[in-house]
């Protein structure tokens, strides 16, 4: 058998296993993204993302965004996210304009980007705030094993206006190199939220196909 075949019988059982993940303090999410170079510089990317708890549809958002290639090291962007989660029987939305910037750099063998985002939180109800976003990723740039896939790590933290520090996430996946045009993102991320009732812990498992054009 064929290290191609045995690497997609190896997804294969990763996607079963997340499709089954129904504990209270598990989820599932699944999306899709379609990329658009618009010119040397410029790159547009939608994006559709689906969560799910307790094998329940129970978040979803619909993305547009832009990236500019200012240096080699850096990137600069901006984008708009509509978010719709389930509260009560009932969908709330949240407008989610932000800007951001990515500074990228190679060390010790792998590749390493710093993003720090800055998004504006439109409720449908609540009150509005700020929150700013950074995420430290590593990784490998280059095939595994002989497999077309490049694993990954990143960190990222949560602060927001007037309640501080609110959300981490600890990242670990791998990026399966399909063709040419086609990569799908395997991953897996523990979260810590911070609630009225403390510090809650979740797991998230998913896949994201990538399309470029």
């Known amino acids: 058998m064929s290290k191609r075949a045995l690497f997609s ?8 296993d997340v499709c089954c993940a129904t504990d209270d303090n598990q989820g599932v999410r699944a999306g899709a993204g379609f990329s658009f170079a618009l010119n040397d510089m410029w790159k547009m990317t939608v994006t559709q993302k689906f969560h799910f708890r307790d094998g329940e549809h129970n978040k979803h958002e619909n993305v547009v965004s832009f990236k500019y290639k200012a240096a080699d090291w850096l990137d600069v962007g901006l984008g708009f996210k509509q978010y719709h989660k389930e509260s009560g029987h009932e969908w709330q939305r ?28 439109d409720f449908e109800q609540g009150n509005d705030v700020f929150r700013y976003r950074n995420r430290l990723k590593a990784h490998v740039p280059h095939d595994l094993f002989d497999l077309p896939v490049q694993p990954y790590g990143a960190y990222e933290c949560f602060v927001q206006e007037a309640s501080g520090l609110h ?17 799908v993102d395997i ?17 998230t498992y998913g896949f994201e196909t990538k399309f470029s054009f």
């Open 187 to 203: 991953f897996v991320f523990h979260e810590k939220k911070q609630t009225t009732h403390g510090w809650d812990d979740r797991y």
């Open 94 to 121: 949240e407008n989610r304009p932000y800007v951001e910037a990515t500074a990228k750099e190679k060390w010790l063998g792998l590749k390493w980007s710093n993003r720090n985002r800055l998004e504006f939180r």
């Open 9 to 16: 019988i190896f997804v294969l059982m990763i996607a079963v």
């Open 167 to 183: 959300q981490t996430r600890i990242y670990s996946g791998m990026v399966w190199d399909v063709n040419e045009r086609l990569d």
